[in-house]
């Protein structure tokens, strides 16, 4: 088993008190609602919401995946930190990794925005290699999700406040 890290920055002019609300804690009403085309729900399978809890992301008809399981590792509301492990999928994914951990850390920035962190830790079965374009395609998903619940904080300044 390799594994393969990854670390991506971002910055927002939203702060993190409010991206961590959207991004997070209400993810499972608002990333369906700005996003059909791409995610059909989340639901939580098991538990709260918090560290233990099981949540099923199923995506939209036509999407190369029907569904993926997360496992919540952790979830900081005072240091806006999320951790989630991507536990099971199709065999599209699940074929090629054991699994998936992700940590989540939006930061204030001097700005009154945020900076945003995310580390990506693929555990790869036996010997697969993971491709980079395998692992940009999904960091612009997410980054795509980010951007789209970004905009509607934006346009919305009272949502989430």
Do not use: W
């Not at 085309?37 to 995506?59: E, H, P």
């Amino acid at each position: 088993m390799g594994v393969i890290t990854c670390t991506d920055e971002y910055t927002s002019p939203i702060p993190p008190a409010r991206l961590f609300k959207a991004l997070v804690l209400d993810a499972h009403n608002l990333v369906p609602n700005l996003m059909p085309q791409a995610v059909k729900s989340i639901d939580t399978l098991q538990g709260d919401g918090r560290a233990g809890s099981i949540k099923q992301i199923n995506f939209a008809e036509g999407s190369q995946l029907k569904s993926v399981k997360n496992r919540v590792d952790q979830v900081d509301e005072e240091n806006f930190v999320y951790g989630y492990t991507l536990i099971e999928g199709d065999a599209l994914v699940m074929e090629k990794l054991e699994y998936v951990s992700y940590e989540v850390k939006f930061e204030a920035a001097e700005d009154g925005g945020s900076k945003n962190k995310m580390v990506s830790k693929y555990h790869t079965k036996g010997d697969f290699v993971l491709q980079e374009e395998d692992i940009k395609a999904g960091r612009e998903k997410a980054l795509g999700m980010y951007k789209v619940v970004e905009a509607y904080l934006l346009h919305n300044p009272d949502a989430y406040a």
